[in-house]
Structures are given as structure tokens and as C-alpha cells.
């Protein structure tokens, strides 16, 4: 039958009085859909609970997926055993991975794991939607309603694209990677005070592998041309996907300020470096990059913003000194690897047996109990801090965080049974 496109009526409306909110209510809301939020929900909805994952990106998966970052760092320890340090959602998520050729194991002193973001990003929305946990993207921080005299959060509202998104829970963990719950709910934060460079990542492909560059030449021929093709920072990296003719590359140096304007800014400026980037690469290695041709620009990457101030700040000898706390929930060998000057970053690497622990309490703010920070926003100086920002230690965080909202219930994340904790968290933990 004919369609009557008279049919489709179109009503007039306007805006309800009072700008409600849509409602929601759970046991966990997790702020934040990068690997440690993720990983915080994930171990949360498996222990039975109800959550709620919010993220301001409009996709899930954070800076792991978006920002084309390339490579799981800090889940492996150093050559030559490289003896994984973190299980928990890496298990299944590299088994499959694994399965469709979409991962690759760059086995140099520090272990790193090159995947596709493509593929990766779509396995972690279908495990979310599976678990049925529920999702709020697009999800920006707007207000924070606490009761100061208990100490606990009890409702987080977000401004959306819709409109406003109320959630009460009886937990939150604050994996926004810029403590963003955090800061809203007045909690002291703790911030560099010199910028800490973020990077704009890019995946160019039509390349020849069989040609690329070793990493020093590289360095040496920016380090030789920099400013010729007005290049900052004089170093980086192009990570190459084995049997593949795409590599991500990670040679630019952006800020990554907190403040909308300034961050908007930064964004455009940091894809007109990459731009430049590119044009070095065709230019001055053409056998391997000279028909290069961007096939994506990632999301700002960002390193080291604002993180809370916790109950312990995690120190830069007590990472030398692999120093095994009492109440550690994550561990890594991860460098010291510190983007705080334009030109260049830090790069201390540890010898082969070495590991280092993040405590729960560098992920606790005092003072408030149904809150655990998990991934970029647990709190260390900014050297101790560039060790345990990698994805590593960030899923272990937050799968720790999951359990101590768990074993915390009703009462505060500051007085759970640390045995019990610890026998749950062990494998990201244990020899």
C-alpha cells in the first residue's frame, strides 16, 4: 500500500519547567569508561551489583580505545621472564583479541602489547552490554550531592546532550582519569605545577614495514630536522603492527589543560603537529613512510592532569624500592616515564626482577567512604604517578576498587578486612 506521509504528526514543545533529570539508581557508578572504570564495573557486575558507567566520551573505552594509544604497557613484567602482573580483564580480553590475529607482543626489556583499537573497542561494548550494566555516555560531571557529615556521596548529576542524568548510588569510583567526581565533590586534588605533556596519537597506514626506521636513527633525524618541520618535542615512537601496513604514532607533545576553552584549543593545535609529523616521516623515510596516509586522529591523550589527594601519596622511592605494602592492590615494572618538558620525557627503566606497588590507600580520599579513585587520578608524586598512569596497574585499580565498594557496603572503604581483600585482589598482586 501507498504510505500516507500525512500520517507522521509533528508536535510542538517546550523545554518542562525545572530542567528535570532523568533518574537512575545503583548500587556502583563508575565515572569513567577507560580500562580502569572499565575494569571496575566489569569485576562490580560479576560480583552481583548494579552499576551505572558514565563516561564524557560519547563511545566507551577512554583513552585505550579513542586516543589510539596502541599498546597495553605495565601489564607484563621486564625480559626475560616478562611474568604477567595483572589478570583480571585482560584474561578474556586478549584470549579473544588473540583469536582474530588483533594482538601483538613486543617482547624489548620493558613487554609491551600492540592490538587493534577497532576490534578491541567493539569487544568491550559487547561485554558491557552482555553484563547488562548500564550505560550513560556523553556524561560530563555537573554537580555532586554529599552528605558532609557521614562523609559519603549519595547522588552524582551529569549534563548530557539529553539533558541531565541523576545517579544515586551507594559507591562511586572516580576513574575519570582528571578526578573529576573528585573535584566536584570538593575533595582536595593535586596538580603538576608545570605541564605535564599529553600526546596527539595518529594511525597512518600504506606503509613498508620492511623499511621502517630503527627507534635511534628516528630520534636522530628529528633531533637533526625538528626545527624544520617545527616539531617540539625531539623524540617518539612509530609502533609498527606486525604483518599489518598501519602503525600508530606517538611523537607529539600537546598540553592538556583543564580549562574547556584552553583544551579545545590544544586539540586543534595538537593535530596540526601530527600533521607536521607526517609530512617528516614521507619526507625524510620514504622507502618506509612515503605513501603514508592518516587513517585516523585519536581523542587528546592525556598523561598527568589532576589526580586526588589520597589518604598516601605514592613516592618516587618507594617505586625505586619496589616497596610491598600492606594494602597493595596493583603492581607493575613500568618505567619512570615523565612527559614534563617539551622537548623530551624521562625514561628510567628497572632491572629485571623489579615490581612496584600502588596501595589502596593512594586511591582513597580522607574522610570519604563510599569513594575509590582508580587509574590516572590515584595519588603519587609525579614521578611515582608516570610509573602507575599505564594501563597495568589502572585495571588492576580498578578491579580492586570494585571489591573494596563490595566488602565496604553500607560501611567505609577505610575500614574493610584486608586479608579478604587481599585474597581477592591476589592474583594482580602475588608472585
Known amino acids: ?16 519547567a525545572g530542567d528535570p533529570a532523568e533518574e537512575l539508581t545503583a548500587d556502583v557508578c563508575v565515572v569513567g569508561a577507560g580500562i580502569a572504570g572499565l575494569s571496575a564495573a566489569v569485576e562490580a557486575r560479576e560480583l552481583g551489583r548494579t552499576v551505572v558507567l558514565a563516561d564524557a566520551l560519547p563511545v566507551l573505552g577512554g583513552q585505550c580505545v579513542n586516543s589510539l594509544i596502541g599498546l597495553f604497557c605495565g601489564v607484563y613484567g621486564n625480559a626475560p621472564d616478562y611474568r604477567q602482573l595483572t589478570h583480571g580483564i585482560f584474561t578474556p580480553m586478549f584470549e579473544a583479541l588473540a583469536a582474530t590475529g588483533d594482538i601483538a607482543f613486543n617482547r624489548r626489556h620493558s613487554m609491551t602489547v600492540a592490538y587493534d583499537e577497532v576490534v578491541l573497542s567493539r569487544w568491550i561494548e559487547n561485554l558491557v552490554y552482555e553484563l547488562g550494566i548500564q550505560v550513560v555516555l556523553g556524561a560530563s560531571v555537573l554537580a555532586v550531592d554529599t552528605d558532609d557529615d557521614a562523609g559519603r556521596i549519595r547522588a552524582t548529576t551529569f549534563a548530557t546532550r539529553h539533558g541531565r542524568v541523576r545517579v544515586r548510588a551507594d559507591g562511586f569510583v572516580d576513574a575519570s582519569g582528571d578526578a573529576a567526581l573528585a573535584w566536584e565533590a570538593g575533595l582536595p586534588c593535586r596538580v ?85 609529523v607526517v609530512e617528516f616521516l614521507r619526507r625524510e623515510f620514504p622507502k618506509a613512510f612515503g605513501e603514508a596516509r592518516v587513517r585516523n586522529y585519536g581523542f587528546p591523550g592525556r598523561r598527568q592532569t589532576r589526580w586526588l589527594a589520597a589518604v598516601h601519596q605514592l613516592t618516587l622511592e618507594e617505586v625505586r624500592s619496589g616497596h610491598r605494602f600492606e594494602d597493595a592492590v596493583a603492581r607493575t615494572s613500568w618505567p619512570i616515564e615523565l612527559h614534563d618538558r617539551v622537548e623530551g620525557y624521562v625514561w628510567e627503566e628497572f632491572d629485571s626482577d623489579h615490581v612496584h606497588y600502588v596501595p589502596l590507600r593512594s586511591m582513597l580520599a580522607p574522610g570519604a567512604h563510599n569513594l575509590v579513585a582508580a587509574g590516572r587520578c590515584v595519588d603519587g608524586d609525579a614521578a611515582a604517578l608516570s610509573s602507575v598512569r599505564v594501563m597495568g596497574p589502572c585495571a588492576a585499580e580498578g578491579f580492586a576498587a570494585a571489591h573494596v565498594l563490595d566488602l565496604a557496603r553500607d560501611g567505609s572503604v577505610h575500614d574493610i578486612d584486608l586479608a579478604e581483600l587481599r585474597a581477592r585482589v591476589h592474583e594482580n598482586i602475588e608472585e
Not at 504510505?3 to 517546550?14: C, R, S, W
Not at 624544520?228 to 600537546?254: C, E, I, K, S
Open 1 to 16: 500500500m501507498p504510505h500516507d506521509l500525512t500520517e507522521l504528526k509533528v508536535n510542538t514543545v517546550t523545554k518542562p
Open 192 to 276: 603538576p605545577e608545570r605541564t605535564i605533556w599529553g600526546s596527539q596519537q595518529v594511525r597512518v597506514e600504506n606503509l613498508h614495514e620492511e623499511f621502517r626506521p630503527e627507534p635511534a636513527e628516528m630520534v636522530a633525524r628529528i633531533k637533526e630536522n625538528a626545527a624544520r618541520y617545527g616539531l617540539p618535542r625531539l623524540d617518539g615512537l612509530a609502533f609498527f603492527f606486525q604483518g599489518r601496513d598501519w602503525a600508530v604514532l606517538n611523537m607529539t607533545h600537546v598540553e592538556a589543560p583543564l580549562e574547556a576553552v584552553r583544551a579545545s584549543r590544544a586539540q586543534l593545535e595538537g593535530r596540526a603537529q601530527a600533521d607536521r
